[in-house]
């Protein structure tokens, strides 16, 4: 199966925070939901690995209005990537469509005023369901 943009920098991003938190010697099991969450918090991973997100290079969040915003759930998992120009999959109210004429589609979804996904306590809801179904 052939990636598009969006789903090929999903995967990548999904891969890459995984292999950060084995690599810092966390298991992801239930009883480490609080480490994940503690290593995956836009203050330590902007610390930790600050060429990995522009944002981290300037040490500004990319949602200031999260009070610890944690980045396990960039790659929102209600983002429909399997389209050029994404959608939402649940309509998150505060997601918006951004135009360019230099996107592949004119317009692509744009999640930058959503805060679903991006909490300590939805990534903990998040984890806990995934990790019980596994
Ligand atoms: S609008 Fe919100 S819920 Fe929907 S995909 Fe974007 S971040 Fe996720």
Same mark, same amino acid.
């Given at each position: 199966?052939?990636?598009?943009?969006?789903?090929?920098?999903? @995967?990548?991003? %999904?891969?890459?925070?995984?292999?950060?938190?084995?690599?810092?010697?966390?298991?992801?099991? @239930?009883?480490?939901?609080? @480490?994940?969450?503690?290593?995956?918090?836009?203050?330590?991973?902007?610390?930790?690995? &600050?060429?990995?997100?522009?944002?981290? %290079?300037?040490?500004?969040?990319?949602? &200031?209005?999260?009070?610890?915003?944690?980045?396990?759930?960039?790659?929102?998992?209600?983002?429909? +990537?399997?389209?050029?120009?994404?959608?939402?999959?649940?309509?998150?109210?505060?997601? #918006?469509?951004?135009?360019?004429? +230099?996107?592949?589609?004119?317009?692509?979804?744009?999640? +930058?005023?959503?805060?679903?996904?991006?909490?300590? #306590?939805?990534?903990?809801?998040?984890?806990?369901?995934?990790?019980?179904?596994?």
């Amino acid at each position: 199966m052939t990636l598009n943009l969006l789903q090929k920098w999903e @995967l990548y991003y %999904q891969e890459e925070i995984l292999k950060d938190i084995e690599n810092a010697g966390i298991e992801i099991t @239930l009883e480490n939901i609080p @480490l994940i969450i503690q290593g995956t918090s836009f203050k330590n991973r902007s610390k930790k690995y &600050p060429d990995k997100c522009p944002y981290y %290079q300037i040490g500004k969040s990319c949602h &200031p209005e999260i009070k610890d915003l944690n980045c396990f759930l960039c790659a929102c998992p209600n983002y429909n +990537s399997e389209i050029l120009e994404g959608e939402c999959k649940i309509q998150g109210p505060k997601g #918006k469509w951004f135009y360019h004429p +230099s996107l592949p589609k004119g317009k692509i979804w744009d999640c +930058s005023n959503c805060h679903i996904n991006h909490s300590p #306590k939805e990534v903990e809801n998040y984890l806990r369901e995934k990790l019980r179904k596994n």
